[in-house]
């Protein structure tokens, strides 16, 4: 693969260039030397012909014939090249980010977009006085949430060599480095692409539970771990710089973790796996601790005499011996006048003690943070603020972080399971059938322990209470942050709340303080459209009952509702999904207003733009007002997790822009525009419109056929991504495919249908109905509009029907049927689009993305073509054949690393 000069790059992108053609070289060079120069030609015979079709303009048929055939293994393998460039270019474009960030920070000018130090300036040019921010300060509150959706569960193995080839560019940015440097960079990024050709990208066993875990922790322990400290120390540097203030900041950040607690439709998780998950969890962070404690006491080596130290400390470190004899007899001589490296050798050891739940351990983080902050103050007093000082202050801003527990974990369960339970509990089979008023005041004086249940051998019963059982035994060992919330799938009334709490008193999850308290947060999930039309009434019904409102209350008077953007758009397609979340979130603000309650959002967004994945800033800045209010809770899922945490730099970034972006759209949300008024109505009629049209594809006869097989959902079902089924049941209808398969599939067949599809006919009636300048006018004005045209936008430019075609015709004669259908919306939503937005190309205001599309295209539409046949093969195999399935998986692979993009 030899360098790109068919393509165009950005003025000032010069050394992303160098990076692509250089990285692009070794794999060519590496290519060759483990397949042999054959291979490598007939790599970059395939390129030439890819990058000519688009040039030209052709069809696909040629490039297609030129892949039909190949043997299953050597399809693998050239799928395996196309996917190694595309990690390359990847890796190329995320060091030219840190490249820009440091850019930017070197020239010292204007700081860079969406920096703290650029929001911060914005607000005080706001008119945000430094009281005001403070104050909000104290209320802010962010947390990624890390699910268990692997659609990308890269290797650890392999995650260690991107992160040296990421090194050996970094270093790469120091001008004064020598030649033979240079040359052993080289060498580490050639043995770390060599090495990882040679390790398989995934296992063929499909993971448990345990090793999602595991991929979930290693960002958490690693690249998070680390930069959180920076992150306190950014924010506050630049309100030193913007507003001349030094002020200690509040605890404004954690993490969570649906990983072991996810239950909804995995029987693969339940009270062990919770139970599992929090003890990994433990251990591991324990351990980063550990670590950190050994290099302080050899960094903190003030000896006595030299420097005074603080009584308290001294006190302490005395205690300590005495509790500690064995740990304090290690200590060698020589060292007995160094008191920080003495306590803190002694506080490793009662660190060690809690690791191994021993009786001195520390009985929570508190305990911990009180000792390092007594080395702390101590070296404050004494002039060690330049020698240690800061690096005790990060230790103790990772404990407040990450306490005992690393990451909160919550659990989600189907309403329909707790039905099962409460029916067999009750002796009611018709329990599920009856209606909402019934069983919620049957639920009421089992909810507020007025009652109680009796035995019961139901099997759905019995797991649910070990699983209460283990929540109740899991706060009580860990403490109460290690679990988050309650998450209820399916909720459609107050009744699906109440028997949350019902069943957790069964359990004995009831408060030691306070018997009649169950302290648990319980969020009910508004999935469908349906639902988030609904869910106003459902909450309005839940806040109005009595036994609920004293749970509440004792909560803090803090209800938590969670948003689900993917099923509502699997439901009803991307505008009306967008619109109903939108219009949920203002309506559930003001039932909570009626109500004298705080809400708070938990969005379940997904990585594509049709499950909810958008850039933040935006996202928040176009949410109804008083929708953020300093709280954002979100999830994280699939490459989104390893594309945003895994590589510190970026992390870092990542989580600046998320604290500027919550502190703008809490301080200074957007105004409210009075023609928004007019707006919503006509977005309601074309929400309706593109509903109706999206609907009446997938409810089209034979199309759950054609879904089948114009698209690989069936490959996707049989990789080894992780321990949920890929459906919830027997699949009747769309309704009962998760949604991150639905939308993998229709991504890897390159339509990606969900993300557009009924949009087009929508803005076509729109302005046929109230004219195409009132359109324009909202697309111009309106951030909620323009955000999602935007976001269409990206995934029409992704797209490409010519391959989508070829994909299409291995349904046979529904081929006919469908894609004519698809054709034409599609371009009706390009053409409509277009025009609303006054441009002839997509992308024309995102010539980053643009280039960054550009940059992939070639080596995509080679492994799609290739899987297009490669699919023809297996299938009329009757899907039998693993070493085709196995081309096919490294062909889906590619794919989705070319197109960052899966489910």
């Given at each position: 693969?030899?360098?790109?000069?068919e393509?165009?790059?950005?003025?000032?992108d010069?050394?992303?260039?160098?990076?692509?053609?250089?990285?692009?070289?070794?794999?060519?060079?590496?290519?060759?030397?483990?397949?042999?120069?054959?291979?490598?030609?007939?790599?970059?015979?395939?390129?030439?012909?890819?990058?000519?079709?688009?040039?030209?303009?052709?069809?696909?048929?040629?490039?297609?014939?030129?892949?039909a055939?190949?043997?299953?293994?050597?399809?693998?393998?050239?799928?395996?090249?196309?996917?190694?460039?595309?990690?390359?270019?990847?890796?190329?474009?995320?060091?030219?980010?840190?490249?820009?960030?440091?850019?930017?920070?070197?020239?010292?000018?204007?700081?860079?977009?969406?920096s703290?130090?650029?929001?911060?300036?914005?607000?005080k040019?706001?008119?945000?006085q430094?009281?005001?921010?403070?104050?909000?300060?104290?209320?802010?509150?962010?947390?990624?949430?890390?699910?268990?959706h692997?659609?990308?569960?890269?290797?650890?193995?392999?995650?260690e060599k991107?992160?040296?080839?990421?090194?050996?560019l970094?270093?790469?940015?120091?001008?004064?480095?020598?030649?033979q440097?240079?040359?052993?960079d080289?060498?580490?990024?050639?043995?770390?692409?060599?090495?990882?050709?040679?390790?398989?990208e995934?296992?063929?066993?499909?993971p448990?539970?345990?090793?999602?875990?595991?991929?979930?922790g290693?960002?958490l322990?690693?690249?998070?771990?680390?930069?959180?400290?920076?992150?306190?120390?950014?924010?506050?540097r630049?309100?030193?710089?913007?507003?001349?203030?030094?002020v200690?900041?509040?605890r404004?950040?954690?993490?969570?973790?649906?990983?072991?607690?996810?239950?909804?439709?995995?029987?693969?998780v339940?009270?062990?796996?919770?139970?599992?998950s929090?003890?990994?969890?433990?251990?591991?962070?324990?351990e980063?601790?550990?670590?950190?404690?050994?290099?302080?006491?050899?960094?903190?080596?003030?000896?006595e005499?030299?420097?005074?130290?603080?009584?308290?400390?001294?006190?302490?470190?005395?205690?300590y011996?005495?509790?500690?004899?064995?740990?304090?007899?290690?200590?060698?001589?020589?060292?007995?006048?160094?008191?920080?490296?003495?306590?803190?050798?002694?506080?490793g050891?009662?660190?060690?003690?809690?690791?191994?739940?021993?009786?001195?351990?520390?009985?929570?983080?508190?305990?911990?943070?009180?000792?390092?902050?007594?080395?702390?103050?101590?070296?404050?007093?004494?002039?060690?603020?330049?020698?240690?000082a800061?690096?005790?202050?990060?230790?103790?801003?990772?404990?407040?972080s990450?306490?005992?527990?690393?990451?909160?974990?919550?659990?989600?369960?189907d309403?329909?399971?707790?039905?099962?339970?409460?029916?067999?509990?009750?002796?009611?089979?018709?329990?599920?059938?009856r209606?909402?008023?019934?069983?919620?005041?049957?639920?009421?004086?089992?909810?507020?322990?007025?009652?109680?249940?009796g035995?019961?051998?139901?099997?759905?019963?019995?797991?649910?209470?070990?699983?209460f059982?283990?929540l109740?035994?899991?706060?009580?060992?860990?403490?109460?942050?290690?679990?988050?919330?309650?998450?209820?799938?399916?909720?459609r009334?107050?009744a699906?709340?109440?028997?949350?709490?019902?069943?957790?008193?069964?359990?004995?999850?009831?408060?030691?303080?306070?018997?009649?308290?169950?302290?648990?947060?319980?969020?009910?999930?508004?999935?469908?459209?349906?639902?988030?039309?609904?869910?106003?009434?459902?909450?309005?019904?839940?806040?109005?009952?009595?036994?609920?409102?004293?749970?509440l209350?004792?909560?803090?008077?803090?209800?938590?509702?969670?948003?689900g953007y993917?099923?509502?758009?699997?439901?009803?397609?991307?505008?009306?999904?967008?619109?109903?979340?939108?219009?949920?979130?203002?309506?559930?603000?003001?039932?909570?207003?009626?109500?004298?309650i705080?809400?708070?959002?938990?969005?379940?967004?997904g990585?594509?733009?049709?499950?909810?994945?958008a850039?933040?800033?935006?996202a928040?800045?176009?949410?109804?007002?008083?929708?953020?209010?300093?709280?954002l809770?979100?999830?994280?899922?699939?490459?989104?997790?390893?594309?945003?945490?895994?590589?510190?730099?970026?992390?870092?970034?990542?989580?600046?822009?998320?604290?500027?972006?919550?502190?703008?759209?809490?301080?200074?949300?957007?105004?409210?525009?009075?023609?928004?008024?007019?707006?919503?109505?006509?977005?309601?009629?074309?929400?309706?419109?593109s509903?109706?049209?999206?609907?009446?594809?997938?409810?089209?006869?034979?199309?759950?056929?054609?879904?089948r097989?114009?698209t690989?959902?069936?490959?996707?079902?049989?990789?080894?991504?992780?321990?949920?089924?890929?459906?919830?049941?027997?699949?009747?209808g769309?309704?009962?495919?998760?949604?991150?398969?639905?939308?993998?599939?229709?991504?890897?067949?390159r339509?990606?249908?969900?993300?557009?599809?009924?949009?087009?006919?929508?803005?076509?009636?729109?302005?046929?109905?109230?004219?195409?300048?009132t359109?324009?006018?909202?697309?111009?004005?309106?951030?909620?509009?323009?955000?999602?045209?935007d976001?269409?936008?990206?995934?029409?430019?992704?797209?490409?029907?010519?391959?989508?075609?070829?994909?299409?015709?291995?349904?046979?004669?529904l081929?006919?049927?469908?894609?004519?259908?698809?054709?034409?919306e599609?371009?009706?939503?390009?053409?409509?689009?277009?025009?609303?937005?006054?441009t002839?190309?997509?992308l024309?205001?995102?010539?980053?993305?643009?280039?960054?599309?550009?940059?992939?295209?070639?080596?995509?539409?080679?492994?799609?073509?290739?899987q297009?046949?490669l699919?023809?093969?297996?299938?009329?195999?009757?899907?039998?054949?693993?070493?085709?399935?196995?081309?096919?998986?490294?062909?889906?692979?590619?794919?989705?690393?070319?197109?960052?993009?899966?489910?």
């Amino acid at each position: 693969m030899q360098d790109n000069r068919e393509l165009e790059f950005l003025p000032h992108d010069g050394p992303l260039r160098e990076d692509v053609s250089r990285l692009g070289a070794m794999v060519g060079l590496m290519l060759a030397e483990q397949e042999g120069p054959a291979f490598f030609e007939r790599v970059e015979q395939v390129r030439t012909a890819a990058i000519r079709r688009r040039r030209e303009g052709a069809s696909v048929d040629e490039l297609a014939d030129s892949l039909a055939g190949l043997d299953a293994a050597d399809a693998e393998t050239l799928a395996r090249a196309f996917a190694t460039y595309f990690q390359a270019v990847n890796t190329a474009e995320r060091v030219h980010r840190i490249r820009r960030r440091r850019d930017y920070q070197r020239e010292g000018g204007t700081p860079q977009p969406e920096s703290l130090l650029d929001v911060l300036g914005q607000l005080k040019a706001d008119g945000v006085q430094a009281e005001e921010l403070l104050g909000w300060m104290e209320r802010l509150w962010i947390e990624p949430v890390f699910t268990a959706h692997p659609t990308e569960a890269v290797r650890r193995s392999l995650l260690e060599k991107e992160q040296a080839i990421v090194r050996s560019l970094v270093d790469n940015f120091n001008h004064n480095r020598t030649p033979q440097e240079r040359i052993e960079d080289d060498d580490r990024i050639y043995m770390a692409l060599s090495a990882g050709w040679q390790t398989a990208e995934a296992s063929p066993v499909r993971p448990s539970v345990q090793d999602e875990y595991e991929h979930v922790g290693y960002y958490l322990a690693n690249p998070l771990y680390r930069i959180v400290p920076a992150l306190y120390e950014s924010l506050a540097r630049s309100l030193q710089d913007v507003y001349g203030v030094a002020v200690k900041l509040p605890r404004l950040l954690s993490f969570a973790s649906w990983v072991g607690g996810d239950m909804d439709g995995n029987p693969n998780v339940g009270s062990d796996t919770i139970a599992s998950s929090l003890a990994s969890q433990r251990a591991q962070v324990l351990e980063r601790y550990l670590e950190d404690i050994n290099a302080l006491a050899h960094q903190l080596s003030q000896t006595e005499g030299r420097v005074g130290v603080a009584r308290g400390l001294r006190t302490r470190l005395a205690d300590y011996r005495e509790r500690f004899p064995a740990a304090a007899a290690k200590i060698r001589p020589r060292h007995l006048d160094m008191p920080y490296r003495c306590f803190l050798v002694l506080i490793g050891a009662r660190l060690e003690a809690t690791r191994d739940d021993q009786k001195d351990g520390y009985t929570s983080a508190a305990e911990l943070t009180d000792d390092l902050q007594l080395i702390a103050d101590s070296l404050f007093d004494n002039l060690g603020l330049h020698a240690g000082a800061y690096a005790v202050e990060r230790l103790i801003c990772r404990v407040r972080s990450f306490g005992f527990h690393l990451a909160r974990l919550d659990l989600r369960q189907d309403s329909r399971v707790h039905d099962d339970a409460l029916g067999a509990l009750l002796n009611d089979p018709d329990w599920a059938s009856r209606p909402k008023l019934e069983r919620a005041d049957r639920l009421r004086p089992y909810a507020s322990g007025a009652q109680a249940f009796g035995d019961c051998d139901d099997d759905s019963a019995k797991n649910l209470q070990s699983v209460f059982i283990t929540l109740r035994e899991s706060r009580q060992r860990y403490g109460l942050d290690a679990t988050g919330l309650y998450i209820i799938s399916m909720a459609r009334s107050a009744a699906d709340v109440l028997a949350v709490l019902a069943l957790a008193r069964r359990g004995g999850l009831v408060s030691p303080e306070k018997p009649h308290d169950v302290p648990l947060d319980i969020a009910p999930l508004f999935e469908t459209v349906d639902d988030l039309q609904n869910a106003p009434a459902s909450l309005r019904a839940l806040l109005d009952d009595p036994v609920y409102r004293q749970h509440l209350a004792a909560r803090g008077d803090q209800q938590w509702v969670m948003l689900g953007y993917s099923d509502s758009g699997k439901d009803a397609g991307t505008l009306a999904s967008k619109w109903a979340l939108q219009r949920a979130q203002g309506e559930l603000l003001e039932v909570a207003r009626e109500a004298d309650i705080q809400l708070a959002f938990f969005h379940g967004r997904g990585g594509s733009a049709s499950r909810g994945g958008a850039r933040i800033t935006p996202a928040l800045m176009s949410s109804p007002r008083g929708a953020v209010a300093g709280v954002l809770r979100v999830t994280e899922q699939g490459e989104v997790i390893h594309r945003k945490y895994g590589i510190r730099a970026l992390a870092l970034r990542g989580l600046e822009q998320t604290v500027g972006a919550v502190l703008r759209a809490s301080l200074r949300p957007r105004q409210t525009d009075p023609r928004e008024v007019r707006w919503s109505e006509v977005m309601t009629a074309l929400s309706a419109a593109s509903r109706k049209t999206y609907r009446a594809f997938v409810d089209r006869e034979h199309f759950v056929e054609y879904f089948r097989t114009a698209t690989p959902v069936d490959v996707i079902e049989k990789m080894t991504l992780g321990s949920r089924p890929a459906s919830r049941r027997s699949m009747r209808g769309v309704q009962d495919l998760r949604a991150i398969p639905w939308v993998f599939a229709w991504t890897q067949c390159r339509s990606i249908l969900p993300g557009w599809y009924g949009l087009g006919s929508a803005l076509e009636q729109g302005v046929e109905q109230f004219g195409e300048d009132t359109l324009a006018e909202m697309a111009r004005h309106w951030p909620f509009f323009s955000n999602m045209l935007d976001d269409v936008e990206m995934v029409l430019a992704k797209c490409d029907l010519g391959i989508a075609e070829a994909f299409s015709t291995l349904s046979g004669p529904l081929h006919d049927d469908f894609f004519s259908l698809i054709r034409d919306e599609f371009e009706r939503t390009r053409r409509w689009l277009l025009r609303l937005k006054s441009t002839g190309t997509l992308l024309n205001d995102s010539p980053r993305l643009a280039v960054s599309i550009r940059l992939r295209n070639p080596y995509i539409d080679p492994m799609s073509l290739l899987q297009v046949d490669l699919l023809r093969r297996w299938r009329a195999g009757n899907g039998t054949d693993d070493a085709l399935l196995q081309a096919l998986v490294a062909c889906v692979n590619g794919v989705s690393q070319g197109l960052q993009n899966t489910g």
